[in-house]
């Protein structure tokens, strides 16, 4: 794992990208509070799967027919999940 400034990464993109592409994990950090994780995806990630779309068709469907479960506090979520 390496951690870089916004900055480094600006400056040397071409050495981190070629470090995510061979498996080392980047984290940008940009000032105290927020950090990014650089990956690197493929063409299956840009793409719906037969198998995504027939369970996102599923959802909808389910939806249609109240099939669902409605969620408006955050006490029912902790219910629904366990919590």
Do not use: C, H, W
Not at 9 to 19: A, G, H, I, P
Not at 27 to 45: F, M, Q, R, V, W
Not at 59 to 74: D, F, L, N, P, Y
């Amino acid at each position: 794992m390496v951690e870089i400034t916004s900055r480094e990464f600006r400056d040397n993109q071409r050495e981190y990208f070629d470090l995510a592409d061979n498996g080392t994990q980047i984290i940008i950090k940009k000032g105290k509070k927020k950090a990014y994780i650089l990956t690197p995806i493929s063409e299956n990630d840009l793409s719906f799967t037969p198998e995504m779309i027939e369970r996102i068709n599923l959802s909808i469907e389910q939806e249609k027919k109240g099939e669902i479960t409605r969620i408006a506090t955050k006490e029912e979520l902790k219910n629904l999940l366990v919590l």
